[in-house]
Antibody
Protein backbone atom coordinates (compact mmCIF):
# COMPACT_ATOMS: atom_id res chain seq x y z
CA UNK A 1 0.00 0.00 0.00
CA UNK A 2 1.30 3.43 -0.94
CA UNK A 3 1.59 5.49 2.22
CA UNK A 4 2.97 8.75 3.54
CA UNK A 5 3.09 9.31 7.31
CA UNK A 6 4.04 12.70 8.70
CA UNK A 7 5.35 13.32 12.19
CA UNK A 8 7.05 15.99 14.24
CA UNK A 9 4.31 18.59 14.57
CA UNK A 10 3.63 20.39 17.82
CA UNK A 11 3.32 23.68 19.66
CA UNK A 12 6.23 26.09 19.43
CA UNK A 13 6.82 29.77 20.17
CA UNK A 14 7.46 32.38 17.48
CA UNK A 15 11.09 32.36 16.43
CA UNK A 16 11.62 28.73 17.35
CA UNK A 17 12.40 25.80 15.02
CA UNK A 18 10.75 22.48 14.26
CA UNK A 19 11.57 19.58 11.95
CA UNK A 20 8.85 17.54 10.30
CA UNK A 21 9.42 14.06 8.91
CA UNK A 22 7.50 12.05 6.36
CA UNK A 23 7.97 8.29 6.10
CA UNK A 24 7.17 6.90 2.67
CA UNK A 25 6.31 3.32 1.76
CA UNK A 26 4.79 1.34 -1.06
CA UNK A 27 6.52 3.13 -3.91
CA UNK A 28 10.02 3.93 -5.14
CA UNK A 29 10.69 6.96 -2.96
CA UNK A 30 14.12 7.62 -4.42
CA UNK A 31 12.59 8.30 -7.84
CA UNK A 32 9.85 10.56 -6.55
CA UNK A 33 9.78 14.32 -6.47
CA UNK A 34 8.13 15.30 -3.21
CA UNK A 35 6.19 18.34 -2.01
CA UNK A 36 5.04 19.83 1.28
CA UNK A 37 1.61 21.47 1.27
CA UNK A 38 0.08 23.29 4.23
CA UNK A 39 -3.40 24.31 5.25
CA UNK A 40 -3.98 27.00 7.86
CA UNK A 41 -7.00 26.48 10.12
CA UNK A 42 -10.18 26.93 8.11
CA UNK A 43 -8.23 28.03 5.05
CA UNK A 44 -7.22 26.67 1.68
CA UNK A 45 -4.17 24.78 0.45
CA UNK A 46 -0.72 26.26 -0.08
CA UNK A 47 2.36 24.63 -1.57
CA UNK A 48 5.33 25.18 0.74
CA UNK A 49 8.06 23.70 -1.41
CA UNK A 50 9.29 20.68 -3.30
CA UNK A 51 12.40 18.60 -3.77
CA UNK A 52 13.34 16.76 -6.89
CA UNK A 53 14.72 13.25 -6.88
CA UNK A 54 18.48 12.97 -6.49
CA UNK A 55 18.70 11.52 -9.98
CA UNK A 56 17.11 14.75 -11.20
CA UNK A 57 19.49 16.88 -9.18
CA UNK A 58 17.83 16.89 -5.77
CA UNK A 59 17.18 20.61 -6.00
CA UNK A 60 14.55 22.44 -3.99
CA UNK A 61 12.08 25.22 -4.68
CA UNK A 62 10.12 27.19 -2.11
CA UNK A 63 7.12 29.45 -1.94
CA UNK A 64 7.91 33.07 -1.16
CA UNK A 65 6.44 33.10 2.40
CA UNK A 66 8.90 30.43 3.59
CA UNK A 67 11.94 31.00 1.40
CA UNK A 68 15.05 31.43 3.53
CA UNK A 69 13.35 30.00 6.64
CA UNK A 70 12.30 26.50 5.59
CA UNK A 71 14.46 23.76 4.08
CA UNK A 72 13.35 20.50 2.49
CA UNK A 73 15.66 17.51 2.43
CA UNK A 74 15.43 13.79 1.85
CA UNK A 75 17.13 10.61 2.94
CA UNK A 76 16.49 8.00 0.29
CA UNK A 77 18.18 5.30 2.40
CA UNK A 78 15.41 5.83 4.98
CA UNK A 79 12.61 6.62 2.53
CA UNK A 80 12.08 9.81 4.49
CA UNK A 81 11.34 13.41 3.58
CA UNK A 82 12.06 16.29 5.94
CA UNK A 83 10.92 19.87 6.41
CA UNK A 84 13.17 21.98 8.61
CA UNK A 85 11.28 25.06 9.74
CA UNK A 86 13.22 27.92 11.33
CA UNK A 87 12.22 31.36 12.58
CA UNK A 88 8.63 30.22 12.83
CA UNK A 89 5.87 32.81 12.72
CA UNK A 90 2.28 32.65 13.93
CA UNK A 91 1.17 32.59 10.30
CA UNK A 92 2.98 29.27 9.82
CA UNK A 93 0.32 27.61 11.98
CA UNK A 94 -1.19 24.92 9.77
CA UNK A 95 -1.59 21.26 9.03
CA UNK A 96 1.43 20.22 6.98
CA UNK A 97 0.93 17.51 4.38
CA UNK A 98 3.61 15.43 2.73
CA UNK A 99 2.59 14.81 -0.88
CA UNK A 100 4.07 13.22 -3.95
CA UNK A 101 4.87 15.91 -6.49
CA UNK A 102 2.15 14.61 -8.79
CA UNK A 103 -0.21 15.16 -5.84
CA UNK A 104 -1.64 11.66 -6.22
CA UNK A 105 -0.65 10.49 -2.72
CA UNK A 106 -1.20 12.54 0.44
CA UNK A 107 -0.34 11.88 4.04
CA UNK A 108 -2.80 12.55 6.85
CA UNK A 109 -0.86 15.64 7.88
CA UNK A 110 0.80 16.86 11.06
CA UNK A 111 -0.28 19.97 12.94
CA UNK A 112 2.10 22.82 13.65
CA UNK A 113 0.96 25.55 16.03
CA UNK A 114 3.08 28.66 16.51
CA UNK A 115 1.91 30.67 19.46
CA UNK A 116 3.36 32.55 22.39
CA UNK B 1 2.41 33.96 -9.08
CA UNK B 2 -0.46 32.50 -11.09
CA UNK B 3 -3.73 33.35 -9.39
CA UNK B 4 -6.41 30.67 -9.55
CA UNK B 5 -9.96 31.98 -9.13
CA UNK B 6 -12.78 29.55 -8.42
CA UNK B 7 -16.49 30.24 -8.56
CA UNK B 8 -18.76 29.86 -6.84
CA UNK B 9 -17.14 29.60 -3.42
CA UNK B 10 -20.25 27.96 -1.99
CA UNK B 11 -22.45 25.54 -3.91
CA UNK B 12 -25.60 24.15 -2.33
CA UNK B 13 -26.90 21.31 -4.48
CA UNK B 14 -29.91 19.00 -4.38
CA UNK B 15 -29.08 15.30 -4.31
CA UNK B 16 -29.15 13.86 -7.80
CA UNK B 17 -28.75 17.24 -9.47
CA UNK B 18 -25.68 18.39 -11.43
CA UNK B 19 -23.02 20.74 -10.09
CA UNK B 20 -20.40 22.79 -11.86
CA UNK B 21 -17.33 24.62 -10.54
CA UNK B 22 -15.35 27.12 -12.57
CA UNK B 23 -11.62 27.73 -12.23
CA UNK B 24 -9.84 30.53 -14.06
CA UNK B 25 -6.11 31.21 -14.08
CA UNK B 26 -4.39 34.57 -14.42
CA UNK B 27 -2.06 33.10 -17.06
CA UNK B 28 -2.35 30.35 -19.61
CA UNK B 29 -1.61 26.93 -18.14
CA UNK B 30 -0.33 25.51 -21.41
CA UNK B 31 3.21 24.26 -20.77
CA UNK B 32 5.98 24.63 -23.31
CA UNK B 33 5.64 20.88 -23.92
CA UNK B 34 2.02 21.35 -24.99
CA UNK B 35 0.43 19.80 -21.91
CA UNK B 36 -1.88 21.69 -19.57
CA UNK B 37 -1.23 20.96 -15.92
CA UNK B 38 -4.51 21.57 -14.14
CA UNK B 39 -5.69 19.29 -11.38
CA UNK B 40 -8.83 19.04 -9.27
CA UNK B 41 -8.93 17.85 -5.66
CA UNK B 42 -11.70 16.88 -3.27
CA UNK B 43 -11.32 17.41 0.46
CA UNK B 44 -14.01 15.75 2.53
CA UNK B 45 -14.57 17.12 6.04
CA UNK B 46 -11.70 16.19 8.34
CA UNK B 47 -9.77 14.38 5.60
CA UNK B 48 -6.71 14.95 3.49
CA UNK B 49 -7.26 16.18 -0.06
CA UNK B 50 -7.66 13.56 -2.75
CA UNK B 51 -6.77 14.06 -6.39
CA UNK B 52 -9.73 13.58 -8.70
CA UNK B 53 -8.56 14.89 -12.05
CA UNK B 54 -5.15 15.55 -13.62
CA UNK B 55 -4.13 17.28 -16.84
CA UNK B 56 -7.55 18.94 -17.12
CA UNK B 57 -9.71 15.92 -17.87
CA UNK B 58 -8.05 12.66 -16.76
CA UNK B 59 -9.93 11.00 -13.94
CA UNK B 60 -7.92 9.22 -11.26
CA UNK B 61 -8.42 5.54 -10.61
CA UNK B 62 -11.42 4.94 -8.37
CA UNK B 63 -13.00 8.31 -9.07
CA UNK B 64 -16.65 7.88 -10.08
CA UNK B 65 -17.42 8.74 -13.68
CA UNK B 66 -19.95 11.34 -12.55
CA UNK B 67 -16.90 13.60 -12.10
CA UNK B 68 -15.52 15.19 -15.25
CA UNK B 69 -13.04 17.93 -16.00
CA UNK B 70 -12.83 20.13 -19.05
CA UNK B 71 -11.36 23.36 -20.31
CA UNK B 72 -8.30 24.81 -21.93
CA UNK B 73 -5.87 27.68 -21.71
CA UNK B 74 -6.98 29.54 -18.60
CA UNK B 75 -10.59 28.47 -18.21
CA UNK B 76 -11.52 25.15 -16.61
CA UNK B 77 -14.56 23.40 -15.19
CA UNK B 78 -15.26 20.49 -12.87
CA UNK B 79 -18.67 18.93 -13.28
CA UNK B 80 -20.52 16.45 -11.13
CA UNK B 81 -23.30 14.95 -13.20
CA UNK B 82 -25.47 13.84 -10.26
CA UNK B 83 -24.42 14.89 -6.79
CA UNK B 84 -24.40 12.20 -4.12
CA UNK B 85 -24.15 12.64 -0.35
CA UNK B 86 -20.50 11.48 -0.34
CA UNK B 87 -19.57 14.39 -2.62
CA UNK B 88 -19.92 16.92 0.21
CA UNK B 89 -16.67 18.73 0.80
CA UNK B 90 -14.39 21.39 -0.60
CA UNK B 91 -13.08 21.20 -4.15
CA UNK B 92 -9.84 22.85 -5.23
CA UNK B 93 -8.27 23.42 -8.61
CA UNK B 94 -4.50 23.66 -8.81
CA UNK B 95 -2.06 24.57 -11.53
CA UNK B 96 1.38 23.06 -11.78
CA UNK B 97 2.51 24.50 -15.07
CA UNK B 98 4.21 27.40 -13.31
CA UNK B 99 6.20 27.63 -10.07
CA UNK B 100 4.97 28.12 -7.46
CA UNK B 101 2.08 25.72 -7.85
CA UNK B 102 -1.05 27.52 -6.80
CA UNK B 103 -4.48 26.44 -5.67
CA UNK B 104 -7.86 28.05 -6.08
CA UNK B 105 -9.62 29.28 -2.94
CA UNK B 106 -11.84 26.21 -2.80
CA UNK B 107 -15.53 25.64 -3.48
CA UNK B 108 -17.62 24.20 -0.67
CA UNK B 109 -20.23 21.75 -1.96
CA UNK B 110 -23.09 21.05 0.39
CA UNK B 111 -26.47 19.37 0.12
CA UNK B 112 -29.53 21.61 0.17
Amino acid sequence: EVQLVESGGGLVKPGESLRLSCAASGFTFSSAWMTWVRQAPGKGLEVVGRIKSNTDGGTTDYAAPVKGRFAISRDDSKNTLYLQMNSLKTEDTAVYYCVTDLMDVWGKGTTVTVSS
Amino acid sequence: DVVMTQSPLSLPVTLGQPASISCRSSQSLVHSNGDTYLKWFQQRPGKSPRRLIYKVSNRDSGVPDRFSGSGSGSDFTLKISRVEAEDVGVYYCMQHTHWPRTFGQGTKVEIK
